[in-house]
């Protein structure tokens, strides 16, 4: 049964980095989002990435700050995130694309 593992979550100062992977069992590969969800605001979408890595989409407040790509040998999609700010706090999940299948999501803080 597929599954999606996620790790790299913490606490962070702003403007620094943080890496997030989600992991997928198995062989086969999926077209992944990234959305998140912070208290009081609707989830949203972060970013996509295509199965074979080519096609990569970012949501317009990314502002070149992060990268989605993927280690297909690892059946692995990471999320590298930089200059990171307070509103970019958020529980982050990875999802297979056209999928209602989610990770068990990954708690950013920043902090000022």
């Known amino acids: 049964q597929l599954q999606l593992v996620e790790s790299g979550g913490g606490l962070v100062q702003a403007g620094g980095s943080l890496l997030l992977s989600c992991a997928a069992s198995?062989?086969?590969?999926?077209?992944i989002n990234w959305h998140r969800h912070a208290p009081g605001r609707e989830r949203e979408f972060v970013s996509s990435?295509?199965?074979?890595?080519?096609?990569?989409r970012y949501a317009d407040y990314i502002l070149d700050r992060f990268t989605n790509y993927r280690d297909n040998a690892k059946n692995t999609v990471y999320l590298q995130m930089n200059d990171l700010r307070p509103d970019d706090a958020a529980i982050y999940y990875c999802?297979?694309?056209?999928?209602?299948?989610w990770g068990e999501g990954s708690q950013v803080t920043v902090s000022t």
């Open positions: 999802k297979v694309d056209s999928r209602d299948l």
């Open positions: 198995g062989r086969t590969m999926y077209g």
């Open positions: 990435i295509s199965k074979t890595g080519e096609n990569t």
